[in-house]
């Protein structure tokens, strides 16, 4: 005759008396939470979510051009949707450059004096080396000269990621302007609504060899907001890119600072 075992299995998260008294005293684990399923919450359809403001904002510029058409019932939401759009638009108009881009005198017409009105232009005169100089200048004056523009070229490299509205281009100075004196490189042109709105010439406005993207940040900025940050054109954007830029500074100057106390001190 076959042996039938028999489990038998209580209510889930029911318990003896024994069992409790074990567990205050420590010779059983706790007693496990009884399982309990999620609630249910129906899936929202697309369609039939609560149009909002809220509910705007989380949409891609795509799809508030899709929506063109499905709010011509609500004025306020069709208003906010095309202000909201607009905003994307010039958000992405003004953060669309982030490096330094490498010109012939063939393309400066068309990149930087046709350039939009409200862009601002940074053009980097340099030298690429030492074989153009060889004949006409001694090579203890190419090696010094070399230096200097990549120094400049590393500041203005990290100044153009931080301000992906303002255009970086670079060009061999003699290409921009034909015999352009060596001694003058490194140069920098400011260029805004085809006209140059300034120049500087060498590193000494900028601290010379010790400059750094803070120092020259601060010179370009000192009499326009040559910089943008790609957050639109709105003075309250111009003036955190203005404040950034004296607090970055200050914090560099600073930390210069403290590292040569420490190097004195040891």
Request: proline residues 6%.
């Amino acid at each position: 005759m076959a042996d039938y075992h028999f489990v038998y299995k209580d209510v889930e998260g029911a318990s003896t008396q024994w069992d409790d008294i074990q567990r205050r005293l420590g010779n059983l684990p706790p007693k496990p939470e009884p399982f309990k399923p999620p609630s249910f919450a129906p899936k929202v359809d697309a369609d039939e979510q609560p149009k909002s403001k809220e509910w705007l904002d989380a949409l891609e510029p795509e799809e508030l051009e899709e929506l063109e058409d499905d709010l011509d019932d609500d004025r306020f939401l069709e208003q906010y949707r095309k202000t909201r759009l607009a905003e994307l638009r010039e958000a992405g108009k003004a953060a669309r450059f982030g490096s330094i881009l490498p010109i012939t005198g063939s393309d400066f017409v068309r990149e930087v004096s046709q350039a939009p009105s409200d862009i601002w232009v940074i053009v980097f005169l340099y030298k690429d080396g030492c074989l153009h100089l060889i004949y006409t200048v001694r090579i203890s004056e190419c090696i010094r000269m070399i230096p200097e523009c990549g120094l400049l070229q590393n500041c203005l490299e990290e100044l153009a990621t931080r301000y992906p509205g303002t255009k970086f281009v670079k060009i061999i100075s003699t290409d921009c302007i034909p015999n352009y004196p060596d001694r003058n490189v490194p140069t920098i042109l400011v260029y805004n609504n085809s006209a140059v709105k300034g120049t500087y010439v060498g590193l000494q406005k900028f601290g010379g060899k010790r400059c750094t993207p803070e120092s020259v940040a601060l010179a370009l900025c000192q009499t326009d907001t040559v910089l943008n940050d790609g957050h639109g054109g709105s003075d309250s954007s111009r003036d955190n890119v203005i404040e950034g830029v004296r607090r970055k500074f200050i914090e560099k100057v600073v930390g210069q600072h403290e590292e040569r106390e420490e190097e004195d001190s040891d």
